[in-house]
């Protein structure tokens, strides 16, 4: 699971400003899913790519935006910054799109980019 | 959509003695149960999982049962030591249409704390 690599690490944006965040899943994953984790909760589902399409989307305004390249790295994009999106963003990474009830694609975590608005 | 309830959001025990965390879940379609500990300033670790076609997990201290009929799962470590302290998560995968994809719906977290 040390694999996921994400970028950045820490940033600090303002109001209004747009931010990109990318991630790099482990090597021969497929699936790449973003999480915001507000401090104090517990992660929430923002979308999930697999084979560079959209598998999923969260409950999450349109100002957040999402995408995967060919090599299954992805990109996460947010406009138009509010305070309440100052929070850790994960990235997750599994094999495939899909869980299973028997085996295989198991989900791991990346070590996230803390993202405060001021 | 999938809902998780996660109880209870504290837990306070003694240094070897057991914990037990237990979540509940909606979505009768989630085939997938992980479990994460999560540090201070850290990201969620994955510590165990669980699928569907099981109803019992074990890895060394710790042990994960799953009830599906009654749509709930728990956690359970044994011989607890000072550096367990940590926020756990319970997830449950869930999709549409009766399948699941790789979207985790997380209950509310468990900080425990275990006293030397």
């Known amino acids: 699971d040390a694999g996921v690599t994400q970028s950045p690490t820490h940033l600090i944006k303002t109001r209004g400003q747009h931010v990109t965040l990318r991630c790099s899943p482990i090597?021969?994953?497929?699936?790449v899913s973003w999480y915001q984790q507000v401090l104090g909760q517990g992660p929430q589902f923002i979308f999930q790519?697999?084979?560079?399409?959209?598998?999923g989307r969260g409950n999450f305004p349109d100002r957040f935006s999402a995408r995967q390249f060919p090599n299954y790295s992805s990109e996460l994009n947010v406009n138009a910054l509010l305070l309440g999106d100052s929070a850790l963003y994960l990235c997750?990474?599994?094999?495939?799109?899909?869980?299973?009830?028997?085996?295989?694609?198991?989900?791991?975590f990346g070590e996230g980019s803390w993202l405060t608005v001021v | 959509g999938e809902n998780v309830e996660q109880h209870p959001s504290t837990l306070s025990v003694q240094e070897g003695d057991s914990a037990v965390i237990k979540c509940t879940y909606s979505?009768?379609?989630?085939?997938?149960f992980p479990w994460y500990k999560q540090e201070l300033g850290k990201r969620p670790q994955l510590i165990i999982d669980?699928?569907?076609?099981?109803g019992e997990k074990k890895d060394q201290r710790i042990a994960v049962t799953l009830n599906k009929t009654a749509k709930h799962f728990s956690l359970h470590i044994t011989e607890t030591q000072p550096e367990d302290s940590a926020v756990y998560f319970c997830?449950?995968?869930?999709?549409?249409?009766?399948?699941?994809?790789?979207?985790?719906?997380f209950g509310q977290g468990t900080i425990l704390t275990v006293h030397p």
């Open positions: 997750a990474s599994s094999l495939e799109g899909a869980t299973s009830p028997i085996s295989g694609n198991t989900i791991y």
């Open positions: 090597s021969g994953h497929k699936s």
């Open positions: 790519y697999y084979e560079k399409e959209e598998r």
């Open positions: 979505d009768s379609a989630s085939n997938y």
């Open positions: 669980i699928r569907s076609n099981v």
């Open positions: 997830a449950a995968s869930s999709g549409a249409g009766g399948t699941s994809y790789g979207k985790l719906t």
